[in-house]
């Protein structure tokens, strides 16, 4: 989670500049009435999952076994809860003794590692390590790979869709470290630190201090993947993701098609820590156990996310009360208590740029944060949280909440002399890895090679080091894990998702003469599924190419992933790569039609063809292709016609000496 902006607290949302006025002047021109409608109805809505959320708790969360993906009906049963509430658990992606041995390399990698960069005081859990054995380890784990295959199948994909989700890519976040000090790091050893430094201790607790005034006025959310970018049409705009929201039809937004998010910039402003990739999901896995209470969502997908998109474009008639429940309350909330604002101001209620969007009981109201933010049930030792890129969370660093099964390894020659009583005592270490599943597009790629580079160098995420200073770099860190160690862990697949290996597919089938230089979206076969042949690296690791992962790579490649895949490939390996352009009938970045509308253009062209007349032929541009016997009859003739033309010379020259004589 982003350390926290102050201004965020504040009883006032900040002003943005002018733009910002006309950016939501024209998202609402047009139809304002359908929005002032639609507002009207989502309150409505809103009202119901606020009851719903809060008389369910906890259990609204679905979880699945791992070794139950393949099952059809826990599959569709997962499938359905994920959906409608945004979220889910998969329980024991990373198995016990794969998780203990991430830890204890963690620590000792820890252990010899003395210049990182602190974390905020107001969040001293979240460092910013990028290459440690337990992130390397967890991104490259073939179930972990398994699992972003499951989940990122269970959006409402379609063959045209410009992204391959059979090829989930590695993304580079930070970690959270609860418990002892581990070389310098933990709550343990900041505040230690801060004790040795007057300055740093007096610093520190002024940040708490102010930190906790304001949270306690306020209960605070936030959502990742940009803020602005949401209305901005350079953004999300981009692909039209919100469009249907913007125009007073927020019942038909699907916040599960990813054809409009294929093509949207989730990160205009080069923010630290904005996520400037597709993701799918924004996800944790945790190596140790964990008890509710770490981390809470609101589990509202569709209406939450409609609600604070058009929540700046409208403002309560009368003010709230002070006290926020009872009679007064609840006619603040009301829906006839609030009006689509005549002249469109420049606040974007808790987004700024170059930070994540939040949302505030305070800013957001009917969002009843208190009531609605879910405290999500045990996290057992490698189970594996996914959620929604627009859903809300927050995340806490007390570290009462936490509670691990690893405990830290002693320390070389503790028990050698066999005098325990000077050894220190062995504090528990929880350590809860960020992975998002994101799949494999033409953007991402682009970010994998940048990243590749940062990986190779031990230097920060691109998105977390944007001036490329490489502060924070983990280069000198003894036991820094590397691309053999990769392999070991993943094989080929765990290659293909730090951008390490090629992504195999099968050459590109001829197309037909008859298509005019046009090509079917067919399906193709591609190297290292059940569906294509394999290579030899494949072949040494088939459980992490092949298996099946609920039916997913049993689905034969479109020609959609074939094209990402091979654009990919050029990306990250033009050496090896020529370059590729294929032709399509219909671009895959126009958004899908509805089946209606194919029926009525098809009516209108057969209308077109009955009272058009008849008119003559149009000149073809089409380039005429000459039959091979024709074309060798021709040749044969010009070879004929040459050999007779020194004969035909020559009688003439004698014609004309004997008229001379």
Same mark, same amino acid.
């Given at each position: ?20 006025? /006309? ?109 440690? #054995? ?7 784990? #073939? ?175 009368? #003010? ?23 002249? /469109? ?317």
């Amino acid at each position: 989670m982003e350390p926290p902006v102050l201004s965020f607290y504040g009883t006032e949302p900040v002003p943005l500049p002018s733009r910002f006025a /006309q950016i939501k002047r024209s998202l609402v021109a047009g139809h304002e009435k359908e929005l002032e409608a639609s507002w009207a109805r989502l309150i409505a809505a809103l009202r119901e999952e606020v009851d719903n959320i809060a008389s369910r708790g906890s259990s609204i969360t679905p979880s699945i076994d791992f070794a139950e993906i393949s099952n059809p009906s826990k599959k569709a049963d997962f499938a359905r809860d994920l959906k409608r509430y945004g979220l889910g658990v998969i329980r024991g992606v990373v198995p016990h003794a794969d998780a203990q041995k991430a830890i204890d390399e963690t620590v000792k990698y820890l252990e010899t590692k003395h210049d990182f960069k602190d974390p905020t005081p107001q969040d001293p859990t979240c460092f910013d390590f990028f290459w440690s #054995p337990a992130q390397v380890r967890t991104r490259a784990h #073939p179930k972990v790979l398994q699992a972003q295959r499951f989940a990122m199948s269970l959006w409402d994909n379609d063959a045209d869709d410009r992204m391959a989700t059979r090829f989930p890519i590695a993304y580079a976040d930070r970690l959270r470290i609860h418990g002892a000090n581990i070389g310098g790091v933990g709550p343990d050893a900041a505040e230690k630190k801060a004790s040795e430094d007057p300055a740093a201790a007096e610093a520190h607790k002024a940040a708490m201090e102010l930190l906790g005034d304001f949270a306690s006025s306020t209960v605070i959310a936030q959502v990742d993947n940009g803020s602005l970018e949401r209305w901005e049409s350079d953004g999300y705009g981009r692909g039209g993701t919100y469009d249907a929201v913007f125009k007073g039809e927020w019942e038909k937004y699907d916040p599960w098609d990813p054809t409009y998010r294929v093509t949207a910039t989730p990160d205009l402003y080069n923010g630290y820590g904005a996520c400037s990739i597709f993701r799918m999901y924004q996800g944790i896995v945790a190596l140790s156990t964990i008890d509710p209470g770490m981390v809470r969502l609101l589990p509202s997908p569709k209406l939450a996310t409609a609600y604070f998109l058009l929540r700046p474009f409208f403002s309560p008639k009368n #003010p709230p009360p002070e006290r926020r429940e009872g009679p007064e309350w609840e006619a603040f909330l009301d829906a006839s208590n609030w009006a689509l604002d005549a002249e /469109q101001s420049t606040i974007i209620h808790g987004a700024v740029p170059g930070h994540a969007q939040r949302l505030t009981e305070l800013w957001h109201p009917h969002l009843h944060l208190r009531r609605t933010l879910t405290t999500l049930p045990t996290l057992q030792t490698g189970d594996y949280i996914v959620w929604h890129p627009d859903l809300a969370y927050h995340i806490t660093s007390n570290p009462n909440t936490m509670a691990s099964r690893a405990p830290t390894p002693p320390n070389p020659g503790e028990n050698d002399d066999g005098d325990d009583d000077e050894a220190p005592v062995s504090k528990p270490v929880s350590i809860l890895v960020y992975v998002p599943a994101a799949p494999l597009t033409q953007t991402n790629a682009l970010y994998l090679a940048r990243q590749r580079k940062t990986f190779q160098r031990g230097h920060p995420g691109p998105d977390f080091d944007s001036t490329g200073s490489g502060l924070g770099s983990e280069a000198s860190h003894s036991g820094r894990p590397g691309e053999t160690e990769i392999a070991e862990v993943g094989g080929p697949a765990g290659l293909q998702a730090m951008g390490l290996a090629p992504f195999d597919i099968a050459p590109t089938p001829t197309s037909n003469s008859s298509n005019d230089g046009e090509v079917e979206d067919e399906d193709v076969e591609m190297e290292g599924t059940a569906t294509g042949s394999r290579n030899k690296a494949s072949a040494t690791a088939e459980s992490s190419t092949t298996e099946t992962i609920g039916g997913v790579s049993n689905i034969p490649v479109s020609r959609a992933e074939a094209e990402v895949a091979r654009m990919a490939n050029i990306i990250l390996f033009p050496d090896r790569y020529d370059f590729y352009m294929g032709t399509r009938r219909t671009s895959t970045a126009t958004k899908r039609k509805r089946s209606s509308d194919v029926k009525d253009e098809e009516k209108e062209k057969g209308k077109r063809k009955e009272t058009s007349p008849s008119l003559p032929a149009r000149a073809s541009n089409k380039v005429v292709t000459v039959p091979v016997q024709v074309k060798q009859e021709q040749e044969k003739r010009a070879d004929e016609e040459m050999a007779r033309r020194p004969s035909q010379q020559g009688q003439q020259e004698k014609e004309r000496k004997a008229s001379r004589a």
